[in-house]
């Protein structure tokens, strides 16, 4: 029997979907508003939802005590630069794998994902001792250098997969058409490729962005992003859950208003060929 | 002008040799139609006149110029894809214009042939559209104006027809050939639809396992069949073939008579047998016919034959229709 969307199915459907739409947006939700409470009312049992008296006091004392411009910045040049080189990198290395493939072509891919089945913390002991040998610690230019390495793998795999769905006949039906290899770059490949590309830049600059293990292990003030400015609130000395709260939000912030922008780019990239 | 000349055309993909050497002289204006069967090597000998990929031996000449090693944006043909392969984030103004932007032509007279080549294909309406907002059908005249529009050499398809419907395919066929003469532009045509290849051609390349198995026009390849495949292949319902004793009373190690060239009766000379199934079209009978020990028979009656199954008839070859073949499948001609 046919599964008919009746009226009432439609109405369920759409409580269940915005139910589960909540209760993933939920943290976050809680984050920001704890990040108004007093530290008192922040742990309050039981706890109040919108009712307490909002303050700003731990914005104010969060921006004393740290330069939150100062790791947005480090933030921007961390994500941005990795992503950007990573970008350069992988390009023509999806590229040459989409469209003029080897034998080997697949053994290399699964070889470059493998890489990232290994738990990072595997390697945190030689890339330390390398990192404090080249004087990498605490420099933005190791962050960017490990993060693009880290995300690489991931970079090629989505751009390949864009690049092979671009029909095969649409190029050779350019050539037809008389166009050289730079215009057909230009006016047929370009344009189909932008999506996918878009797609994968903005999926990486989040990943980039929010990737803590790394920038913490590698970086303590200098070159410091906003993941650990995060991670000097919830010090040894007691948790600051309003503080902490403050800062989290301030450092995601950035990245929500970016993603809230790209939405409709980001849904379409990652479901990219999965529905046709 | 579309002269094109093949010598000797060879096409290895790594130790497999799909393209045996391959001569033939394509006429300009005629239009040449490439049949056999699946994975002959049909759409890989016109990717090679395309340029699309490189011939590993052989010439290949348009309008007396060796072209192999000259890149297909040069080559001066066009081509139409069973996919279609537009652009899809053009309209169909910039789809069917895009060649002639490619030549660098001025926007007047490009925007003024793309109207034309709408025009001649029905796609006015449509012009401002993108392809995915198009029917199979609109597609495909889309794909068919892009070709045109570049006043070619030549055309080359590659099953153009094959994902239309039964009925649009009949009138895309018409349009085609019309569309051809029309412009006198040559044309190499690729399909597996034996109806199309003989309806549509001025001559028929028959391929079969990447080799030429004859060059002719369709009334040639019908009549005067080189050897055993060609006269299997062309021709529906497929002809008859007898061997054995049977066949050397003509002189012959098999011999081949098409359905519609036995005479079908009730009694006389002839291989008599009884009929398996018929099948009454109005306009045409088919009758299925197990002869004994001659195996199988189809016999084509033009009209309606009030015969049905489990009735014995005689089935006598017009003498003059009978193809002899010899051990090695060639023809015996007379
Ligand atoms: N790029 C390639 N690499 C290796 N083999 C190939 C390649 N292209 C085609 N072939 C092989 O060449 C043979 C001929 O292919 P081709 O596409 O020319 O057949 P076709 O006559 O057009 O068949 P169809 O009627 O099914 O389209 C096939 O056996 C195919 O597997
Ligand atoms: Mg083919």
């Known amino acids: 029997m046919a599964r008919m969307p009746t009226r009432r199915r439609i109405a369920l459907s759409t409580i269940a979907a915005w139910l589960v739409g909540f209760l993933i947006f939920f943290p976050i939700l809680w984050m920001v508003l704890a990040s108004f409470k007093t530290e008192l009312e922040a742990f309050a049992i039981p706890p109040s939802f919108l009712f307490f008296d909002w303050t700003l006091e731990n914005y104010v004392t969060v921006q004393g005590r740290s330069d939150y411009l100062h790791h947005a910045f480090n933030s921007v040049v961390v994500a941005g630069g990795s992503t950007l080189i990573a970008l350069l990198i992988a390009i023509p290395a999806a590229w040459s794998m989409a469209f003029s493939p080897t034998k080997r072509t697949k053994d290399v891919l699964l070889w470059m994902l493998s890489t990232k089945m290994m738990p990072a913390v595997g390697v945190l002991v030689p890339i330390y001792l390398i990192y404090r040998d080249f004087g990498l610690l605490d420099s933005l230019t190791g962050l960017v250098i490990i993060l693009c390495l880290g995300n690489l793998p991931i970079v090629v795999w989505m751009l390949f997969t864009y690049f092979k769905e671009i029909p095969r006949d649409i190029l050779e039906a350019a050539r037809m058409d008389g166009a050289t290899i730079g215009r057909e770059l230009i006016y047929v490949l370009t344009p189909m490729a932008v999506p996918g590309l878009a797609s994968t830049l903005l999926l990486n600059l989040i990943l980039a962005w929010n990737e803590a293990f790394w920038t913490l292990n590698l970086s303590t003030l200098q070159a410091a992003p906003l993941t650990v400015f995060i991670a000097s609130y919830s010090s040894p000395e007691g948790l600051f859950w309003a503080k902490l709260s403050a800062a989290s939000t301030l450092a995601i912030a950035p990245i929500l208003v970016l993603g809230w922008f790209s939405q409709r780019q980001l849904v379409r990239g990652l479901t990219f060929g999965a529905v046709k | ?334």
Not at chain 2, 9 to 17: C, D, E, L, S
Not at chain 2, 49 to 70: H, P, R, S, W
Not at chain 2, 104 to 127: D, H, K, Q
């Open chain 2, 1 to 334: 002008m579309g002269q094109i000349t093949l010598q000797n055309v060879q096409k290895a993909f790594g130790p497999v040799h799909i393209i045996k050497g391959a001569n033939l002289e394509i006429a300009d204006g005629s239009f040449v139609v490439f049949v056999g069967p699946s994975g002959c090597g049909k759409t890989t000998l016109l990717r090679l006149i395309a340029g699309l990929e490189d011939v590993t031996d052989g010439k290949i000449f348009i309008d007396g110029k060796n072209v192999v090693a000259v890149p297909p944006a040069k080559r001066g043909l066009s081509m139409v894809f069973q996919s279609y392969a537009l652009y899809p984030h053009m309209s169909v103004r910039g789809n069917i214009g895009f060649g002639l932007k490619m030549a660098g032509l001025p926007r007047a007279e490009i925007s003024r042939r793309v109207e034309a080549a709408a025009a001649t294909l029905n796609l006015t309406p449509y012009l401002d559209r993108k392809p995915r907002e198009l029917s199979g059908g609109q597609r495909q005249r889309v794909a068919i104006g892009r070709a045109i529009v570049r006043e070619p050499k030549a055309f080359l398809f590659d099953e153009p027809l094959s994902n239309l419907d039964a009925a649009l395919r009949v009138q895309m066929r018409i349009e085609v050939t019309r569309l051809q003469k029309q412009l006198g532009t040559t044309a190499i045509y690729v399909t597996h639809d034996q109806v199309e290849a003989m309806t549509m051609a001025d001559k028929i390349v028959v391929l079969n396992a990447g080799r030429v198995e004859q060059y002719g026009t369709p009334l040639e390849l019908y009549e005067r069949p080189a050897n055993l495949f060609v006269a299997g292949f062309i021709g529906s319902p497929k002809m008859n073939f007898i061997s054995g004793e049977n066949a050397a009373k003509y002189g012959a190690a098999t011999v081949g008579v098409r359905p519609e060239h036995l005479r079908i009766s009730r009694e006389g000379e002839g291989w008599p047998g009884t009929i398996t199934v018929a099948e009454h079209l109005g306009s045409d009978t088919f009758l299925y016919v197990d002869a004994g020990p001659i195996g199988t028979l189809t016999a084509r009656y033009v009209g309606e034959l009030s015969l049905a199954a489990g009735d014995r008839v005689v089935l006598s070859p017009e003498p003059a229709r009978i193809h002899r073949f010899d051990k090695d499948g060639n023809s015996l001609w007379t």
